[in-house]
């Protein structure tokens, strides 16, 4: 059974930076799709960012490209969200998710159907 725990959320003003830490635990394969989802109180979910867990396939929402970095460690099994220049806007519980089908981890769209999902971790920018 796969579980996923994310922590590094908290408190920044505007521009700053927070790193989101997601350990994976659990058999996956190199194959497996890694994804950070968000939602905002009174929105839906919105995917943000992916990889898959053998670290191929970056893509990003267009509103964090190129100020949020997606990444995984094998190593420490950990999937990371380096989040810069931070907006109000990006301001949602941030979830990290995880699949074995490594079709989710190919195209221009998130599929909002991960099989494993962590509990949250908060992130407010203000």
């Known amino acids: 059974h796969v579980q996923l725990v994310e922590s590094g959320g908290g408190s920044v003003q505007p521009g700053g930076s927070l790193r989101l830490s997601c350990v994976v635990s659990g058999h996956t394969s190199d194959d497996y799709c890694m994804a950070w989802f968000r939602q905002a109180p009174g929105k839906e979910r919105q995917g943000v960012a992916r990889?898959?867990?053998?670290?191929?396939?970056?893509y990003y929402v267009n509103s964090v490209r190129g100020r949020f970095t997606v990444s995984h460690d094998n190593a420490k099994n950990t999937l990371y969200l380096q989040m810069n220049s931070l907006k109000p806007e990006d301001t949602a519980m941030y979830y990290c998710?995880?699949?074995?089908?490594?079709?989710?981890?190919?195209?221009?769209?998130?599929?909002?159907?991960?099989?494993?999902w962590g509990q949250g971790t908060q992130v407010t920018v203000s």
């Open positions: 998710a995880a699949d074995p089908k490594w079709t989710y981890c190919r195209g221009g769209s998130f599929s909002p159907e991960y099989n494993y």
């Open positions: 990889i898959t867990k053998g670290g191929g396939n970056p």
